[in-house]
């Protein structure tokens, strides 16, 4: 029910804007990356075990994030679903294959403020078509095993490996910065809109189309409110965050198989064969 994940919600912002706060300064005063600081840790081992399972992680949520810009595509221009995921992985190899250093940053950037200005139109055009969805901040569900709120908790950890994301682009700041950085870049704020905002605008336009909670749920309301300018939001929405799926996914395979094999392969390489994988998981 919506009042018990918006108390699941709240206690993961408090979760994640704690635990950030905390990894982004360490980061950003030792410039520790996450396989750097696994291998402190863990030894030989923990120097293996972090890239891979941050490459396969990274690799699975790019394959998650990309099929919904396909889904989108489908839903609105029809054909093969394949030929939608070619495209979706096909365009991010030059979004990412530069560097998170070189311009990926003023990509994410740029997007953020249509972004922004796509979540009030897409609002707005659900309230307009469907009317206010009266009741949908109250609706409720037949209760599981566990409260409700805790339900939603335990699937909000579900994506807690957005911290190793904290720790691997967190090091490349300034020790100046590092207040900011873990309350807003990293911290409490960021999650709040994340999480919070993000969720808020899900539930409202899944309430007014009266759609399942679902990912692809959330792909027809936004298709549905705005049309091609609906389609637009989502790649905007998703090329954000595939951009860092791809360019960690592709930065710890590098490092994963110099550790592994002692090659030397360029990152271009390994974003090349991100996209690949990704495709063939699609």
Partial sequence: GVPATLAGMAASIATFGVVNLLLSRYAI?????????????????????????????????????????????????????????????????????????????????????????????????????????????????ASGPLPGWLTAYLVYMGVWVLMMYTFDYARLGRRADAGFHGTVTFGWVFYALTFGVNGLVGLYLLGAWDIAGTETGVVEAVVGSLGF??????????????????????????????????????????????????????
């Fill in 29 to 141: 005063h030792t410039g520790l990356s996450v396989e750097l600081l696994s291998r402190r840790m863990f030894g030989a081992v923990g120097s293996l075990l972090a890239p891979a399972l941050f490459a396969a992680t990274a690799l699975y949520y790019g394959v998650f994030e990309g099929s919904i810009v396909a889904v989108a595509l489908q839903e609105y221009f029809g054909g093969d679903i394949r030929l939608w995921y070619l495209l979706c992985t096909v365009y991010m190899i030059p979004v990412v294959i530069g560097g998170v250093a070189a311009w990926l940053d003023k990509l994410n950037g740029i997007l953020l403020p249509f972004y922004l200005v796509g979540m009030v139109a897409v609002v707005v055009a659900a309230t307009v078509q469907q009317g206010y969805p009266t009741g949908w901040l109250t609706a409720t569900v």
């Fill in 229 to 282: 300018a609906g389609v637009l939001l989502i790649i905007v929405s998703q090329t954000r965050i595939n951009s860092a799926n791809f360019y960690l996914a592709s930065t710890n395979l590098q490092v994963f198989v110099h550790r592994a094999l002692r090659l030397d392969v360029p990152r271009p390489v390994w974003v090349v064969v991100t996209a690949v994988l990704a495709y063939l998981l699609m």
